[in-house]
């Protein structure tokens, strides 16, 4: 599978809220648009051209489908400065329902007084917690040993 690197959003707050010195994002639907985005940038700097492609993409219309799959994806791999390495996975339910259940579930609980003061990311604020309060389940093989081979 081909993919490209890109400041994804939850892997910039993961980073931010970790410390790690540098974080590494891909997503394999942009590898397809690699080509495309920097010429379609510069053209939607014209402020008409941005206008009549802001109204043509508020017209578009997508037919309800089927659930492709049951569970949608995060990987992460973590490569620490004395070589140790981990790989886990967030599995989550529907994606979208998964995605509007985060800012909900942050709603919940910063009323509740469940929050601290200052500028944090929500990951930052509430920890791993969050994703598993919205259906999240992290799937963490255990770590190699110093072979490779889990101890």
Request: with cysteine.
């Amino acid at each position: 599978m081909t993919t490209v690197s890109v400041p994804l959003g939850e892997l910039i707050a993961a980073q931010r809220a970790s410390g790690a010195p540098d974080v590494t994002a891909s997503s394999s639907e942009m590898a397809a648009l690699r080509h495309v985005l920097p010429a379609a940038s510069m053209l939607l700097e014209w402020p008409a051209l941005r206008r009549f492609a802001v109204r043509r993409l508020a017209r578009v219309r997508f037919p309800a489908q089927p659930q492709p799959r049951a569970h949608s994806w995060g990987h992460a791999r973590i490569r620490w400065a004395d070589g140790t390495v981990r790989e886990g996975w967030l599995r989550v339910g529907e994606a979208q329902g998964y995605t509007g259940a985060m800012p909900a579930e942050i709603a919940r609980r910063l009323p509740a007084g469940e929050g601290r003061p200052g500028a944090r990311t929500p990951a930052a604020l509430f920890g791993p917690s969050l994703a598993e309060s919205c259906g999240g389940e992290y799937l963490l093989p255990e770590p190699a040993g110093p072979i490779g081979r889990p101890h």
